[in-house]
Nanobody, 126 residues
Framework: QVQLAESGGGLVQAGGSLRLSCAASGRTFSTYAMGWLRQAPGSEREFVAAIIRSNSNTYYADSVKGRFTISRDTGKNTVYLQMNSLKPEDTAVYYC???????????????????RGQGTQVTVSS
């Protein structure tokens, strides 16, 4: 079992920045990739970003490319999401997620992860 704990959410004005962190514990040796998902009120959960553990390749949803950056600290089993130029439409609960099996997708989706954290709220005011 893997446990994921997010932190760093909060309230920020449009144009501002936030940095989310996710600490993984438990059977982390089986990690292939970690990522972030989000779910806005009344919407389905969506993919935000992912990073491959072995080579640090990164993947982003089109809606956040150029504004969000995913990174990792393998020694600490921690993944980060730096969010810049935030927009009101970025308001959502953000979930840390983990995938154990390797693959080479064309695109990532919210169902492509095996574990997910409890989430942290990000609110962007206009």
């Amino acid at each position: 079992q893997v446990q994921l704990a997010e932190s760093g959410g909060g309230l920020v004005q449009a144009g501002g920045s936030l940095r989310l962190s996710c600490a993984a514990s438990g059977r982390t040796f089986s990690t292939y990739a970690m990522g972030w998902l989000r779910q806005a009120p009344g919407s389905e959960r969506e993919f935000v970003a992912a990073i491959i553990r072995s080579n640090s390749n990164t993947y982003y949803a089109d809606s956040v490319k150029g504004r969000f950056t995913i990174s990792r600290d393998t020694g600490k089993n921690t993944v980060y999401l730096q969010m810049n130029s935030l927009k009101p439409e970025d308001t959502a609960v953000y979930y840390c997620a983990l995938r154990t099996s390797s693959w080479t997708p064309r695109t990532w989706g919210s169902n492509d992860f095996d574990s997910r954290g409890q989430g942290t709220q990000v609110t962007v005011s206009s």
